[in-house]
């Protein structure tokens, strides 16, 4: 998986504190949790900036302090079947939990020979079984909480959530499936919105 997000650089210059200082360079190679493009379900430690930008100068004040916090990389990606398997695929959630990034819970999900992070919704619970499908059928399917599916899939007035803008692309919009952060499913597959038209294609869940 790949983030698409930028390192941090090798050294921080930080402006000298004393006059007998001219310059100073701190060693700062370290691998940013921002540029990491092997997935991985254990939780990855973050370097927060406290503020600073690049040259170690104060940007953005009131930033710093807090608890620690360890990034979990979630696959916003649902219908992601592995190489040896097409078509739709069940997962069954292993674990639902807090996360201190994101106001929604994180689900842990197993299937095949992959474990990964994905939103949890509102009623999920460990032990629960959900179905990722790209599959449009002549009649409306009857999905499942947690269930991702095609728009063009789902019968009218279903609460829908992590849509995607572009198939394949992963889920950009409503990713906040708690409390109350869902959408009803338009009349009509093709629906207009400020960000452009959601297609039948588009894979949404439940």
């Known amino acids: 998986m790949n983030n698409g997000l930028l390192q941090q650089p090798s050294a921080l210059m930080l402006l000298p504190c004393r006059p007998i200082l001219t310059s100073v360079a701190l060693n700062a190679n370290f691998v940013s949790w921002k540029s990491r493009t092997k997935y991985t379900i254990a939780p990855v430690k973050m370097r927060k ?7 170690g100068r104060i940007r953005v ?4 302090g807090g608890h620690k916090q360890r990034y979990r990389m979630i696959d916003f990606l649902r219908f992601r079947p592995e190489e040896t398997k097409s078509g739709p695929f069940e997962e069954k959630v292993i674990q639902v939990r807090y996360d201190p990034c994101r106001s929604a819970d994180i689900a842990l999900v197993a299937g095949g020979s992959r474990k990964r992070w994905i939103i949890a919704t ?4 460990a032990g629960d ?4 499908s ?4 002549r009649m409306a399917v009857a999905a499942r909480e947690g269930d991702a599916h095609p728009l063009g899939a789902l019968p009218v007035g279903t609460l829908i959530n992590n ?4 198939p394949g692309r992963g889920a950009q919009y409503i990713r906040a499936a708690e409390g109350g952060k869902s959408a009803s499913f338009p009349r009509d597959v093709w629906c207009a919105t400020a960000e452009g038209e959601w297609h039948s294609h588009y894979p949404a869940a439940l």
């Open 49 to 55: 900036s406290g503020g600073r930008d690049h040259t």
């Open 61 to 64: 004040h009131g930033i710093g």
């Open 122 to 125: 509102e009623n999920m619970q």
């Open 129 to 132: 079984t959900i179905l990722n």
């Open 134 to 137: 790209n599959h449009i059928g």
């Open 163 to 166: 849509v995607e803008s572009e």
